[in-house]
C-alpha cells in the first residue's frame, strides 16, 4: 500500500441543486481547480430523487475532459437503480473518455423513507437492493472482460439473464475500473473483503475505522484474494473555516439542511468536523495514523470555492507531503 496519501474531493452537485444552481459550468470550473492544485481523485454522488443532483457518470464524462490528470469517482453511485447491461456500457464509455482514471465506487443506499421511494419510482423492490449490487458488479465485471469473444457473455442470475451478449467498447483498463465499497456493519465490510478494491467508508472516529479495515482485511485473507492491492479509504465532511466558532455553525447549517434532521443525529453515523486549517489536519492525520491511505473530502459549507482554497493551501501540501 505504501506510505503515499492521495487526496481527493466531491463536488457539490446535491448542495448546488438545493440551492437552485443547475448550471454545470461552477461544477466542471471547481473540478479544474482541483485537478491543477494537485488533488489526486474528484468525485460525484448519486441519487434520482432522495437527494436530486445531477447525473453522475454523464457529468464525470465531462470532468474528464476538463481535467485531465485526477482520478475520477462516484461516491457512491447505486448500481441497483440500473440495468447492469446499461450501467457496464456507461462506465466503459466514461473510462474510456478518462483514459483508465474511472474510479466506481458502489453502494446500497441508505434506508430512509425517501431512498424507498425512490426504489420504488424506478420499479426495484428496496428488499432486493443488496443481491442486485452483488449480481450487477459480477454481471458488469464478465461483460467488462469481453469473457467468451465473439461468442459474447451468457448469464444466468436471479435478476437478470443474459445470452451470447458483447458489450464493446470494453473499458480502456482491462477488466473495468477499481470498485470501491463504504459500510462498517459486518455485512458491509464482508461485501467490501469479497468483491471490492478498496473500501470507503464516512467513519465517524479512527478507532471505528481501524475495526472496520481488519474485518475487510480478514475476509480478503479468509478468500484468498489477500490484502495487498485493497486501498484502505476514508469519506469524510469537514469545514475548513477561519476559526473553530464560525466553522462549526456553518457546518451545523450544511448538515441539518442536506439531511433535513438534526446534525447531533447525523454526525453519531458520520464523520464530520469543523475548525481551522490545523484543527482539520490534526483530524486526517488520526485517520492517515491508523492506516488511511486515500481521503475523500466532502465540503460542508455554503462556500465551496473558499473551502477548496483554503483546504489547498493549509492542509493539502502537509498531508501529502
Same mark, same amino acid.
Given at each position: 500500500?505504501?506510505?503515499?496519501?492521495?487526496?481527493?474531493?466531491?463536488?457539490?452537485?446535491?448542495?448546488?441543486?438545493?440551492?437552485?444552481?443547475?448550471?454545470?459550468?461552477?461544477?466542471?470550473?471547481?473540478?479544474?481547480?482541483?485537478?491543477?492544485?494537485?488533488?489526486?481523485?474528484?468525485?460525484?454522488?448519486?441519487?434520482?430523487?432522495?437527494?436530486?443532483?445531477?447525473?453522475?457518470?454523464?457529468?464525470?464524462?465531462? !470532468?474528464?475532459?476538463?481535467?485531465?490528470?485526477?482520478? /475520477? &469517482?462516484? %461516491?457512491? #453511485? $447505486? @448500481?441497483?437503480?440500473?440495468? *447492469?447491461?446499461?450501467?457496464?456500457?456507461?462506465?466503459?464509455?466514461?473510462?474510456?473518455?478518462?483514459?483508465?482514471?474511472l474510479l466506481l465506487g458502489v453502494g446500497i443506499a441508505p434506508d430512509s423513507p425517501a431512498v424507498r421511494r425512490e426504489?420504488?419510482?424506478?420499479?426495484?423492490?428496496?428488499?432486493?437492493?443488496?443481491?442486485?449490487?452483488?449480481?450487477?458488479?459480477?454481471?458488469?465485471?464478465?461483460?467488462?472482460?469481453?469473457?467468451?469473444?465473439?461468442?459474447? !457473455?451468457?448469464?444466468?442470475?436471479?435478476?437478470?439473464? /443474459? &445470452?451470447? %451478449?458483447? #458489450? $464493446? @467498447?470494453?473499458?480502456?483498463? *482491462?477488466?473495468?475500473?477499481?470498485?470501491?465499497?463504504?459500510?462498517?456493519?459486518?455485512?458491509?465490510?464482508?461485501?467490501?473483503?469479497?468483491?471490492?478494491?478498496?473500501?470507503?467508508?464516512?467513519?465517524v472516529t479512527p478507532e471505528a475505522w481501524a475495526d472496520g479495515w481488519t474485518r475487510v482485511r480478514e475476509t480478503a485473507?479468509?478468500?484468498?484474494?489477500?490484502?495487498?492491492?485493497?486501498?484502505?479509504?476514508?469519506?469524510?465532511?469537514?469545514?475548513?473555516?477561519?476559526?473553530?466558532?464560525?466553522?462549526?455553525?456553518?457546518?451545523?447549517?450544511?448538515?441539518?439542511?442536506?439531511?433535513?434532521?438534526?446534525?447531533?443525529?447525523?454526525?453519531?453515523?458520520?464523520?464530520?468536523?469543523?475548525?481551522?486549517?490545523?484543527?482539520?489536519?490534526?483530524?486526517?492525520?488520526?485517520?492517515?495514523?491508523?492506516?488511511?491511505?486515500?481521503?475523500?473530502?466532502?465540503?460542508?459549507?455554503?462556500?465551496?470555492?473558499?473551502?477548496?482554497?483554503?483546504?489547498?493551501?493549509?492542509?493539502?501540501?502537509?498531508?501529502?507531503?
Amino acid at each position: 500500500m505504501g506510505d503515499q496519501i492521495s487526496v481527493g474531493v466531491l463536488l457539490p452537485t446535491r448542495d448546488a441543486v438545493m440551492s437552485g444552481r443547475f448550471e454545470t459550468a461552477p461544477l466542471l470550473a471547481m473540478a479544474e481547480r482541483a485537478d491543477a492544485a494537485g488533488y489526486d481523485s474528484i468525485w460525484v454522488g448519486d441519487s434520482l430523487l432522495a437527494r436530486a443532483r445531477h447525473e453522475p457518470l454523464t457529468l464525470l464524462a465531462a !470532468v474528464a475532459a476538463r481535467a485531465t490528470r485526477s482520478r /475520477l &469517482g462516484t %461516491a457512491v #453511485l $447505486l @448500481p441497483a437503480l440500473r440495468h *447492469p447491461l446499461v450501467l457496464a456500457h456507461l462506465v466503459a464509455t466514461v473510462d474510456r473518455i478518462a483514459e483508465g482514471r474511472l474510479l466506481l465506487g458502489v453502494g446500497i443506499a441508505p434506508d430512509s423513507p425517501a431512498v424507498r421511494r425512490e426504489f420504488e419510482a424506478a420499479g426495484v423492490p428496496f428488499a432486493q437492493r443488496v443481491g442486485r449490487l452483488v449480481e450487477t458488479l459480477a454481471l458488469c465485471r464478465k461483460l467488462w472482460a469481453d469473457e467468451g469473444g465473439e461468442r459474447g !457473455v451468457t448469464f444466468q442470475g436471479r435478476y437478470w439473464t /443474459l &445470452g451470447g %451478449a458483447r #458489450l $464493446l @467498447p470494453t473499458p480502456h483498463r *482491462p477488466g473495468g475500473p477499481p470498485i470501491w465499497m463504504g459500510g462498517e456493519v459486518e455485512a458491509a465490510t464482508r461485501r467490501a473483503g469479497l468483491l471490492a478494491d478498496a473500501w470507503l467508508p464516512n467513519s465517524v472516529t479512527p478507532e471505528a475505522w481501524a475495526d472496520g479495515w481488519t474485518r475487510v482485511r480478514e475476509t480478503a485473507r479468509a478468500e484468498g484474494r489477500g490484502d495487498q492491492a485493497l486501498t484502505p479509504a476514508l469519506y469524510t465532511t469537514l469545514n475548513v473555516g477561519r476559526d473553530a466558532r464560525t466553522a462549526a455553525a456553518d457546518l451545523r447549517r450544511f448538515v441539518e439542511g442536506y439531511y433535513q434532521a438534526p446534525y447531533e443525529a447525523i454526525a453519531r453515523i458520520q464523520g464530520f468536523h469543523a475548525g481551522d486549517g490545523a484543527s482539520c489536519l490534526e483530524r486526517l492525520q488520526r485517520f492517515v495514523a491508523a492506516g488511511v491511505r486515500h481521503i475523500v473530502l466532502r465540503f460542508g459549507g455554503a462556500d465551496q470555492a473558499e473551502q477548496l482554497e483554503r483546504t489547498t493551501r493549509e492542509i493539502l501540501p502537509r498531508l501529502k507531503g
